[in-house]
């Protein structure tokens, strides 16, 4: 399953790289600008996300003391990250804690690869950007609605091109990386004015 996925992104980086480097004018510059663009509306909405994840801890803890939980503060809020215990509220409120958590385990590398990519590749960088930040809603909406079986986190099939989008702008920085360290001069002449 894993292959899939990386030869898709691969093989996709590697000829929609290429086209640009060879078909697109180099007059383009103002495209670079696109996948900053995205990210800061990613982080945007992962501000908005976590303010969801606020709201849910109170909720979540609010149900548990109807339902007759013990220690439901010292388990539930700040500054614990997750909730302590194994009952259905606090499964549903890890599922959702974690469908903000991850984002930072991914979006770190997406923005530094993608602010390198999007200088040689901005068309690229920016499709697979915008890639990584719908599947990346769709994975979070898909964990905070899964109520405690994170099984169900992938209910919208969108959410598995996160994981393309991620692969995509890794290879594209490092391609766009080793070109800024060639001097240009890997792949395309064009690019040694």
């Known amino acids: 399953m894993a292959a899939k996925p990386l030869l898709v992104c ?7 790289g290429y086209l640009e480097l060879t078909h697109l004018s180099s007059q383009n510059s103002n495209l670079t600008a696109i996948t900053p663009a995205i990210l ?6 992962t501000l908005m996300h976590g303010f969801k994840v606020g709201k849910a801890r109170t909720t979540y803890a609010e149900l548990a003391r109807k339902d007759g939980e013990k220690d439901v503060d010292e388990r539930y809020l700040l500054p614990n990250l997750y909730a302590q215990g194994t009952s259905k509220h606090v499964k549903a409120f890890n599922c959702f804690q974690r469908s903000h ?11 530094l690869s993608g602010m390198v990519g999007a200088i040689t590749f901005p068309v690229c960088t920016s499709i697979s950007t915008l890639t990584y930040a719908i599947g990346r809603y769709y994975l979070s909406k898909g964990y905070s609605e899964c109520e405690g079986d994170s099984s169900k986190r992938y209910k919208y099939k969108v959410a598995k091109y996160m994981w393309y989008g991620m692969l995509s702008n890794i290879m594209l920085g490092s391609a766009s990386s080793a070109m800024i360290v060639c001097g240009g001069k890997l792949l395309c002449p064009r690019q040694t004015k």
Do not use: K, P, R
Not at 101 to 111: A, L, P, R
């Open 101 to 111: 958590q991850q984002i930072f385990e991914t979006f770190t590398t997406v923005v």
């Open 10 to 16: 691969l093989s996709t980086s590697a000829v929609g």
């Open 40 to 45: 800061i509306g990613t982080g945007f909405w």
